[in-house]
């Protein structure tokens, strides 16, 4: 099990292009979460997904961000029309509902805005 | 909503004392409590997972304590070493998601 895998790693744009990230998450565990974090803060919840089912979106996740889970297995999450606001590191973590609730995230992928 | 406060932000201490670092919640209905490390740029990496029901968990140097019924946990690490530099994030399981605080950014000096 190599753990939870993101990429790409690091993305530099330029403002009103649209990104895709990527995660993979520990296999076999059915909750995957995308998480947000600023310099010098702690990580912000995005949204997260049960299997293929997105259950819950922040009021961070504004019209410009989707996120996808087909067959629940990988996870992409989509920034269109970026801006520089967006610049920031996405963390994905996973975890097995039926377990005893540890959340292991991934190196995440940080978004730089231009 | 539940919020998360790390006492000190910032600390340095020197190589072998221990390390006392605080985290506070808000709510204390929580599903469990996680303290993860992480290094510059990098990711988090699990320390240790306090179930609701628990008072305190180890692994190593590290041990951390729980009481829910005043929203605290405490991340103890004993004889610190320069490769414990890192921020330490506490995590609060509740309402199918983790809320965190911003962290402690320890220094342990040579």
């Known amino acids: 099990d190599t753990g939870v895998s993101q990429n790409p790693r690091h993305k530099i744009t330029k403002r009103g292009q649209n990104v895709t990230f990527r995660c993979d998450p520990i296999?076999?565990?059915?909750?995957l979460y995308w998480y947000r974090q600023t310099l010098g803060q702690g990580p912000e919840f995005l949204t997260y997904?049960?299997?293929?089912?997105?259950?819950?979106k922040s009021r961070l996740l504004s019209d410009r961000f989707s996120a996808e889970r087909p067959k629940g297995s990988f996870s992409t999450l989509e920034i269109q029309r970026t801006e520089q606001g967006d610049s920031a590191m996405y963390l994905c973590?996973?975890?097995?509902?039926?377990?005893?609730?540890?959340?292991?995230f991934g190196e995440g992928s940080r978004l730089t805005v231009l | 909503k539940q919020e998360v406060t790390q006492i000190p932000a910032a600390l340095s201490v020197p190589e072998g004392e221990n390390l006392v670092l605080n985290c506070s919640f808000t709510?204390?209905?929580?599903?469990?409590l996680q303290w993860f490390r992480q290094d510059p740029g990098k990711g988090l990496t699990s320390l240790l997972l306090?179930?609701?029901?628990?008072r305190e968990q180890t692994s190593g140097r590290l041990n951390a304590s729980l009481d829910k019924s005043s929203g605290r946990s405490t991340l103890y690490i004993a004889a610190s070493q320069p490769g414990d530099s890192a921020t330490y994030l506490c995590?609060?399981?509740?309402?199918?998601?983790?809320?965190f605080g911003k962290g402690n950014q320890v220094v342990v000096i040579p």
């Open positions: 973590a996973s975890t097995f509902v039926q377990g005893n609730g540890e959340l292991f």
């Open positions: 296999s076999e565990h059915n909750r």
């Open positions: 997904f049960q299997n293929e089912a997105q259950l819950e």
């Open positions: 709510d204390s209905a929580i599903y469990n």
């Open positions: 306090i179930q609701s029901s628990q």
């Open positions: 995590a609060v399981a509740g309402n199918n998601r983790l809320a």
